[in-house]
Structures are given as structure tokens and as C-alpha cells.
């Protein structure tokens, strides 16, 4: 009967033990999921900024060295991530791929222009400084206009600013949650134990000696459980960074590793905390206490 007592006693702490470390993990994968997404914010918001672009359209008697002059210029200008010059003939081919039939046949002549798409490096797309690149080029003689899309660039950066503050705020709330999620977690599983915690300090042990072995497992738990919340990141991370290459997502090593270890540390932390304060607690009870 005591053998089978004692079996189950040990199932229901195995499985308590279990739950605690399904808990943290999943807590504090979600937490990396919440980090990663905070480190990133900004490369996935210039990333489409990067992917909007300033046509210039050049006049027919543009000559060409002026031409080359410009395109010269804008691939060297700092504002500038990559400068294409594209002809007349071959924005008509482009035009005669996209609606399917040659618009030249019909009007007999091309009424296109030569052209110069110009992607910009991501802190220069905004409303302010694309209308003064704007002013430079069309000051230019043989410049007939500059056209980009300035109602898309101001939602974006409007955008931007707004999930930029909102990440920021999730991310407080969120940290703030894991903490009483896995704060939870342990202290049920020290409650299950609040009788062998007063039967060791009714037997004179100190109240450091009874808390040293609950915390030490915690914080094995903890580390379990943070291993297998980076294990899980760091699968979520390999499969972003190959289905978007271009975000370049395993660039930051340095901020990578950093919230691979405070990930680490926060289970830890969390773990040592939490159940120093729920043994505490059940340490200062009356015995009688411990049944409510």
C-alpha cells in the first residue's frame, strides 16, 4: 500500500515537475518570438522601404552624356542604395510583356521616355528629404519630372512609427505576464510540498537549508526550460532567415547571441526569484495554515 503511495507521489511530482518546464519554455519562447520581433522591427521596416523607388524621366533631347553624368551622380549620391537607367525601348518591351500586345503597332511610334529608377537607402525615404532630392533633380534642364508614390511613402513611415511604439509596449506587457505565468507554475509546485517545508523547519532546520534544495531545482527546471524556449527560436529563426533571405535576419550575431542569453539568464532569474519567495511565504505560515 505505502509502495503504491509512494508511486504515485512520484508520478504526481514527475508530472509536476513536467508542467513546469512545458511552462516556462513555452513562456519564454514566446517571450524570444516577442525579442526577435523588437531587434528586427526596424530591418523589416527598411527593407520595404528600400523596395520603393524614384523614377526620374529624362527629355528626349536629353543628350547622352548628360545622361550618364546623372546616372553617374546618382549612383554615387549618399542617399542612393542602387541607380538603373532604363531606355525607352526597353521600358516598351516591359510595357508590351505586362499588357501583352505592342502599343507601337498602334500609335506608330514610342511615347515612352528614358528613365532612371533610383532605390534609396531606407533613412532618406521620407516625405522631407524625398521632396528635396526631388527639387535637386528636377532643377536638372534635361530632367522632365521625378516621380515617386507620396501618399505610400508617409503611411509607411507613419506606420513605422506607430507599430515601432506598439512592439515596445507589448513587449513590457508581455515580459510582465511570463513573469507571473512561470511565477505561478512555481509556486503550485512548491505548495505541493508546503507540508515537507514545515515538517523540516519544525525539526530545527534553517530557513536558508529548507529553501537551497527548491531553489536549486527550480533553477534546473528553469534551465531546461530555457534550453528548449532557444532550441525552438533558433528553429523559428533558421526558417525565416531561409524563407526571407533578404531580411538578412542571422546578420546581428552580437544581438542575437545577446537575447539567446538574456533568455537563458531570464529563466534563471525567474525560476530563483519566484520560488525563494513562494518558499518564503509557506516558511512564515502557521501550521495550521497550510490546509487553506
Known amino acids: 500500500m505505502?509502495?503504491?503511495?509512494?508511486?504515485?507521489?512520484?508520478?504526481?511530482?514527475?508530472?509536476?515537475?513536467?508542467?513546469?518546464?512545458?511552462?516556462?519554455?513555452?513562456?519564454?519562447?514566446?517571450?524570444?518570438?516577442?525579442?526577435?520581433?523588437?531587434?528586427?522591427?526596424?530591418?523589416?521596416?527598411?527593407?520595404?522601404?528600400?523596395?520603393?523607388?524614384?523614377?526620374?524621366?529624362?527629355?528626349?533631347?536629353?543628350?547622352?552624356?548628360?545622361?550618364?553624368?546623372?546616372?553617374?551622380?546618382?549612383?554615387?549620391?549618399?542617399?542612393?542604395?542602387?541607380?538603373?537607367?532604363?531606355?525607352?525601348?526597353?521600358?516598351?518591351?516591359?510595357?508590351?510583356?505586362?499588357?501583352?500586345?505592342?502599343?507601337?503597332?498602334?500609335?506608330?511610334?514610342?511615347?515612352?521616355?528614358?528613365?532612371?529608377?533610383?532605390?534609396?537607402?531606407?533613412?532618406?525615404?521620407?516625405?522631407?528629404?524625398?521632396?528635396?532630392?526631388?527639387?535637386?533633380?528636377?532643377?536638372?534642364?534635361?530632367?522632365?519630372?521625378?516621380?515617386?508614390?507620396?501618399p505610400l511613402i508617409a503611411l509607411l513611415n507613419d506606420n513605422v512609427k506607430k507599430i515601432s511604439l506598439w512592439v515596445l509596449i507589448i513587449s513590457s506587457l508581455f515580459t510582465f505576464i511570463a513573469v507571473l505565468l512561470i511565477n505561478s507554475s512555481i509556486r503550485l509546485s512548491v505548495y505541493a510540498k508546503r507540508f515537507t517545508i514545515k515538517t523540516m523547519q519544525m525539526v530545527g532546520a534553517t530557513k536558508r537549508f529548507i529553501r537551497r534544495p527548491f531553489i536549486w531545482k527550480s533553477v534546473r527546471l528553469g534551465m531546461i526550460g530555457a534550453i528548449l524556449a532557444m532550441i525552438g527560436m533558433g528553429l523559428v529563426l533558421f526558417y525565416l532567415n531561409k524563407t526571407f533571405p533578404e531580411l538578412q535576419l542571422l546578420e546581428d550575431e552580437v544581438l542575437l547571441i545577446a537575447l539567446f542569453v538574456f533568455i537563458f539568464l531570464m529563466g534563471l532569474f525567474i525560476t530563483w526569484i519566484s520560488t525563494f519567495f513562494a518558499t518564503q511565504r509557506f516558511l512564515n505560515l502557521q501550521t495550521d495554515e497550510l490546509y487553506y
Open 2 to 150: 505505502a509502495s503504491s503511495f509512494e508511486t504515485y507521489q512520484k508520478r504526481r511530482l514527475i508530472s509536476s515537475y513536467f508542467s513546469v518546464v512545458i511552462s516556462i519554455s513555452l513562456v519564454l519562447f514566446l517571450l524570444g518570438l516577442l525579442g526577435l520581433l523588437v531587434l528586427n522591427t526596424k530591418k523589416v521596416a527598411d527593407h520595404f522601404k528600400e523596395k520603393i523607388a524614384l523614377t526620374v524621366y529624362l527629355k528626349d533631347s536629353a543628350k547622352e552624356v548628360e545622361i550618364k553624368q546623372l546616372e553617374q551622380s546618382l549612383a554615387l549620391a549618399e542617399y542612393t542604395k542602387t541607380a538603373k537607367f532604363i531606355s525607352k525601348e526597353q521600358a516598351a518591351e516591359e510595357h508590351t510583356a505586362v499588357i501583352g500586345e505592342n502599343f507601337m503597332e498602334f500609335l506608330g511610334y514610342n511615347p515612352l521616355q528614358n528613365s532612371i529608377d533610383v532605390y534609396m537607402l531606407a533613412d532618406y525615404v521620407s516625405p522631407v528629404k524625398m521632396e528635396e532630392i526631388n527639387a535637386e533633380l528636377i532643377a536638372k534642364d534635361f530632367v522632365d519630372e521625378v516621380i515617386y508614390d507620396k
